[in-house]
Every structure is written in structure tokens, then in C-alpha cells.
């Protein structure tokens, strides 16, 4: 990964090639040939943080610019050295270039170009197209690439970063025109990735923080603005997630700004700087105690002009947050061809399959068709949070069911952004009154009138489920405050089983160390009947192919074959019949033991020549108190990770989150039901 000049946006290559490669691979190891000598790396240090990259700092560094200017041979010796250990130890290295921080004697392109030769590497070439049309973007590809070919280095991919928001096509067309023989692509700019955190500003400023926690000083600001006007004035010019700079000797502003922020009627902010060094007076400290806020307030000794000045010409690192990796890692994967890039670099995918590679496939397989979800739990923080990760990753688009102001508010005080999250409040008296004779329609046989409809609609999972129902939602996740039946029983009224469907059930994805298998029943139906497993069954199968798992399908016994009797034994082998019948096409035995179904020695002999036996994907248990407790069993002594319990056979898909949910768990979910929507 290289860059004929500083502030390309790089890492953002950097960091969507090392996902791209953890999705197919499970780990990768980081190699940085060229760092600043003065302090650590922070592009650096923010990729051997992500996950599946495991080494130190030490390992992934090979020399500093002052290494290079005492001598560049010996510095390039040093660096083919350094990166020889790693490679003993690791099949796969991302090599990420210098970034022009520092004075070389050569230019810093040829200094990268020799390293790649000298390392062996194809090259990924990374220019910026900011303040460039297409035409000199191009321009610029084609000398670096000369370059690098000059030295003997091979460019593989190249890719413009910072393109013009909504202009990327262009850019991209314009290199895969010019450039037919490499991958390309280009990946916009967005205000984000390049904006400072409020302490930076302030930091800028030479100020002091008067206000404002820890966690809140850290958010990016996205713009400025001087308020040098009167406050209804204000008002009408503040952007979300902008920095406000009020003099000092203007101190009436403080609280209307205050009250916009919290009200929930303006776009929130992210602070505000008091230039000139005044004091606020005791007065307006005393008024603004009574406003409930969190927004840090800073203080500056400098006047206004020269405080916009640093301000405006103020940028921030793409590194320095995780919500801009996330947002950097969207992008990446939104504008480039992943999947060509790792081609070029004959990287062939791996037969394995680990729990950290699948937690990535969920996002990559989710973002590609990007379904609305609802969220009808906005109450919870563990929601907000969730809601928050997922946008930021686009994995889905969300809706949230409550107040606006309630929850806009909650979020701003945890730290989480809400940018393009719907929020619809259950009182909205057109959509009350649709979903109400919507529903009083539907249950019209069972006796409901419009006014117990209306009763229900003032419940979130119902009116949640009904905005499923009519396609203003793809899907719903809930059950972090309600239980398992208030979430489920709105489906079964009015969303229904899918035809030739009988019974909804459930699945889990059981992540082992190499592998991922489903397991159903394990969460709904205690003891089904052989035309009820049948369906479970052919659900399961289903869901396995959603997620991008071959289903080879295992009815698991206390028998195997014809070896075994028994009524249970027989429910299992009718079962086993009615999947045949309905699937002809799926492979499946049973019944089988657990054992022959996952050992190839054991299954070999109880079952030889089986396409099953020993290498089962999908195991399907023959009632609730054994699936429960085999999942449970070998998500606590395999340590694997459990993803579910996934809904099977509704019409549109539902899902049940446990109550005790971690964050991760509500996002893994989210995606679970995008990708469900995609095939519903």
C-alpha cells in the first residue's frame, strides 16, 4: 500500500484490505517498512488493533526516516530482515507504505517502490483526488505507477481516495478506462473521516476545557461556526455536529445555544469555544446550571479571528476514532472491489472458517442489499448503542420506535450518533390509525375491534411488527426488554408462516474454531411432531444456505440408521422421509448420532459412503430439552459462539434477542435479519 504524497487517505486502503483478508483468511500480520522517529505510529498502531492481527509494535516496524538518511542501503537491508522474521510466522502481510512526515534525501515514492521490489510485494497505489479532476487523477496513477515499474515494483490495484462526495463514479471509471489491466476504484471523501475532536480544537486554540465529560470532549466536530450575530440568528445557522465559536464578551448566547442543543428542535452540537479570554459572568454560570447538559465549553485567550483561522485549517487523522474506521471500513468496501483486489494478490480463500471471519461475512453479506430494520426497544441503551454501530458499518438502516427529542437526547448524552437512523414516535396519529384498522382487518375472525386494535398499536413489538407487515420495515429485532412470546406472538397473528410452512422455529449459528454449523431447534418448539421436524428441517437448511453454509443435514437419534426402535427413534425417521420427499435435492440422513455426524471415523463405519456422516453442517435435534441443552453444552465447553436464536419460516423475518444481550449480540442480530430480509 503506497502514496506518491502525504494525506491520500491510505489507511483507509490499508485498513479494507486487512478486513477483506480477515473475512477470507481468519488473521493477517501488519508490516510498516518507514515510520516517523518521533513517537509511535498511529496509523500504526490503530491497525495492529484490529482483530485477527496479532503482534506488537516492535515486530510490525521496520526502520525510522532516520535510518533511511544515515543510509538507505543499510535501511533497506534492515527493513528486508525485519520483514524476513515476520514472514516465518505469518502467511499473510499487509505492507503499508510511508507517509510523508518526514525529509528523504530520494524521493519517499522510489524509497517505497525499492521496498516492494526487494520485498517481493504487488503493489496497491493509493492518490488523492482531492482538488483533482478525473483527468489529473489519472495523470497522477500513471507517473507513480511509471515509478514503481522504474524500480522494479509492480502495481496491482490503484485506488483515489477523497474523490469529490457523489463524484466517485467518475473518478472510478475514469482509472478503469485508463488503467484496464489493474483493479481500481475510488473511494469518496466524507467530513467525517478528516474532522478534529473537540479536544484537538481546543488543543489548536491553546484554550482550557470549562465544561464537558471526558468521553463527549473526545467526539469530532464536521464544522465551524462564528457566531457573531444575534441568537435567533444562531439558531437558524447551526449544523449537527459543528463547533461554535462565541466571544467571550457575548455571553447571552451561551444558554440559547445550550437550550437548542438539548431541546431536541436543533441540530446537537459538539461544543463550544468562548474566545477572548473572558470569564463567563456568575450570572449566566448560574442560569446554565439549570440547562441538563453534557456539551463541552471551552475557553481561548485568543480572538475570534485568529481562533476560526486554526480552526478552519484544522484536520483530524482517519485513525483517531473507531467510528471513522468504521465509516473508513464502509467505504472500502462500498467503492472497491474486495474480492478482485485479493485475486490480483493470488490470495485463494481459506476452507476455514472462524467465529471472527463469520462476524464479518454477517456485515459484508448485510451491507451488500441494505434492508431497514426496526428497533421498537429505543429505551434500552444497549439498542441506542447498537443502532449506533450499525449505521456506522451500513450494514443496515434502522428505525427506531419513541420520542425523537427522548432519544436523540439519550444517545448525545451516551456518545453514540443517530445520523440517519428514522425515528417514528408510536403516537403518530396517521399511522395509528392505519396500523389499527389494518390489524382489526386481519383479526376481524377472531372478534378484535378497532378500539382493542387501537389498544394494541400502543404497544412498540405490535406496532413495530405492523410496520413489518405493510414493507415500511424489512425486518424487526426485539426482546432486549420484552420477552421471547410479546415479540414473537405479533408475527404469528398477522405475519404468518411462509406457505408449506407449518411451524415457526429456530436456529443457532454455532461458531466453532474452524467452522461454522446450525442447530435447530434449540429455542421454540418443545417437542415437535415428525411433520413439524420436517419443517424444522427444511428451515434449517434454508438458513444455512442464507449464510452461506453448504447444508448437509444430520436428524440426530439415540440411533443410527435402521439399527434403532423406539418412538422417538421413529419420529426422527419418519421426519427424515418427509425431507426427502419435500427436498429431494438436500442431503440429509437420520436418523443419526451426534457422533457419526461429525466424526469422519465413526461415520464411516456406521454409515459408509454417506455424504453426510462426519461432515454434517446442519444438525437438527429431535425436541427442545436436547437441542437446548447441546447448544449450551458446546457453546460453554468448546467456547464457541453461539449467533441466535435465528426465527425460521415466518413470512418476514423477526427475531427474539435475549434480555441479557450484549451490544454485540443485538448488532450480530441486526445483520442476521438484513441478511434473512434479502432472502424473504
Not at 482531492?130 to 507513480?144: F, H, I, K, M, N
Not at 470532549?217 to 440568528?233: A, D, R
Not at 476452507?351 to 434492508?371: G, S, V
Not at 448524552?413 to 399511522?431: H, K, Q, R, T, Y
Request: proline share 5%; hydrophobic share 45%; glycine share 8%.
Amino acid at each position: 500500500m503506497v502514496a506518491p504524497e502525504g494525506l491520500t487517505g491510505k489507511s483507509i486502503v490499508a485498513l479494507g484490505v486487512i478486513d477483506a483478508l480477515i473475512r477470507n483468511l481468519g488473521s493477517v500480520a501488519v508490516f510498516r517498512p518507514l515510520v516517523t522517529s518521533k513517537g509511535r505510529d498511529k496509523v500504526l498502531e490503530a491497525l495492529l488493533a484490529q482483530p485477527a492481527v496479532d503482534l506488537s509494535y516492535d515486530e510490525a516496524v521496520g526502520v525510522t526516516y532516520a535510518d533511511v538518511r544515515a543510509n538507505a542501503d543499510d535501511a533497506l537491508a534492515s527493513i528486508v530482515h525485519k520483514y524476513g522474521e515476520l514472514a516465518e510466522s505469518h502467511d499473510t502481510i499487509v505492507i503499508v507504505g510511508s507517509d510523508y512526515t518526514d525529509v528523504m534525501g530520494s524521493t519517499e515514492l522510489t524509497f517505497n517502490a525499492r521496498i516492494a521490489a526487494n520485498l517481493n510485494a504487488p503493489v496497491a497505489l493509493a492518490v488523492s483526488a482531492s482538488d483533482r479532476t478525473p483527468e489529473q487523477t489519472v495523470q497522477l496513477a500513471q507517473g507513480s505507477i511509471a515509478e514503481l515499474r522504474s524500480n522494479h515494483a509492480n502495481a496491482m490495484a490503484v485506488i483515489a481516495t477523497r474523490t469529490p462526495l457523489g463524484d466517485e463514479p467518475d473518478y472510478a471509471s475514469a482509472l478503469a478506462e485508463a488503467l484496464p489491466d489493474l483493479v481500481t476504484g475510488a473511494i469518496p471523501a466524507h467530513p467525517l473521516l478528516v474532522a478534529p475532536s473537540f479536544a484537538d480544537q481546543v488543543g489548536a486554540v491553546d484554550g482550557r476545557i470549562l465544561h464537558g465529560k471526558p468521553e463527549k470532549v473526545e467526539l469530532e466536530s464536521q464544522s465551524v461556526l462564528v457566531c457573531g450575530m444575534t441568537l435567533p440568528n444562531v439558531l437558524a445557522r447551526l449544523q449537527p455536529a459543528s463547533t461554535v465559536i462565541v466571544p467571550g464578551d457575548r455571553s447571552e448566547l451561551i444558554p440559547g445555544v445550550l437550550l437548542a442543543h438539548t431541546s431536541g428542535a436543533f441540530p446537537q452540537i459538539t461544543g463550544m469555544i468562548l474566545v477572548g479570554g473572558y470569564d463567563i459572568p456568575p450570572t449566566i454560570s448560574a442560569l446554565i446550571d439549570t440547562v441538563h447538559h453534557e456539551l463541552p465549553i471551552a475557553l481561548t485567550d485568543l480572538g475570534t479571528y485568529t481562533t476560526a483561522e486554526r480552526l478552519f485549517n484544522l484536520e483530524g487523522t482517519m485513525t483517531s476514532s473507531p467510528r471513522k474506521l468504521e465509516l473508513g471500513r464502509r467505504l472500502f468496501d462500498e467503492n472497491v472491489d474486495a474480492a478482485a483486489l485479493l485475486a490480483a494478490m493470488d490470495v485463494a480463500p481459506s476452507n476455514i472458517r472462524t467465529p471472527l471471519m463469520f462476524e464479518y461475512q454477517l456485515t459484508e453479506m448485510a451491507r451488500k442489499d441494505k434492508r431497514r430494520i426496526v428497533l421498537p426497544e429505543s429505551g434500552d441503551d444497549r439498542i441506542l448503542e447498537a443502532a449506533s454501530l450499525v449505521l456506522r458499518r451500513g450494514t443496515a438502516g434502522i428505525v427506531l420506535l419513541g420520542n425523537a427529542t427522548d432519544i436523540k437526547n439519550r444517545a448525545s448524552s451516551l456518545g453514540f450518533s443517530l445520523e440517519g437512523a428514522e425515528i417514528v414516535s408510536l403516537d403518530e396519529p396517521e399511522l395509528v390509525e392505519r396500523f389499527s384498522e389494518e390489524y382489526a382487518r386481519l383479526r376481524a375472525k377472531k372478534g378484535v375491534t378497532i378500539e382493542q386494535a387501537r389498544a394494541k398499536m400502543t404497544d412498540p413489538s405490535y406496532f413495530g411488527t405492523m410496520m413489518v407487515h405493510l414493507g415500511m420495515a424489512d425486518g424487526m429485532v426485539s426482546g432486549a426488554v420484552n420477552t421471547t412470546a410479546n415479540t414473537i406472538r405479533p408475527s404469528l397473528e398477522f405475519i404468518k408462516t411462509r406457505p408449506g410452512v407449518s411451524v415457526v422455529s429456530s436456529s443457532f449459528l454455532m461458531c466453532m474454531a474452524d467452522r461454522v454449523d446450525v442447530y435447530g431447534d434449540c429455542a421454540v418448539n418443545p417437542d415437535p411432531t415428525a411433520e413439524q421436524l420436517a419443517d424444522i428441517t427444511v428451515s434449517s437448511a434454508e438458513t444455512a444456505v442464507a449464510f452461506g453454509i453448504e447444508p448437509r443435514v444430520a436428524m440426530l437419534s439415540y440411533s443410527t440408521g435402521e439399527s434403532g426402535s423406539g418412538a422417538d427413534v421413529d419420529k426422527v425417521r419418519a421426519a427424515t422421509e418427509l425431507v426427502k420427499e419435500r427436498a429431494p435435492e438436500l442431503k440429509v440422513e437420520g436418523p443419526i448420532q451426534f457422533d457419526a455426524a461429525v466424526d469422519m471415523t465413526v461415520g464411516s463405519k456406521k454409515m459408509p459412503g454417506s455424504e453426510v456422516a462426519g461432515r454434517a453442517t446442519v444438525f437438527i435435534f429431535p425436541d427442545l430439552n436436547t437441542g437446548n441443552n447441546t447448544y449450551k453444552a458446546v457453546q460453554r465447553s468448546a467456547g464457541a459462539l453461539a449467533v441466535g436464536p435465528v426465527l425460521q419460516g415466518l413470512n418476514k423475518p423477526v427475531n427474539d434477542l435475549s434480555r441479557g444481550a450484549l451490544v454485540d449480540d443485538i448488532v450480530n442480530t441486526i445483520a442476521i435479519t438484513a441478511i434473512q430480509a434479502q432472502h424473504s
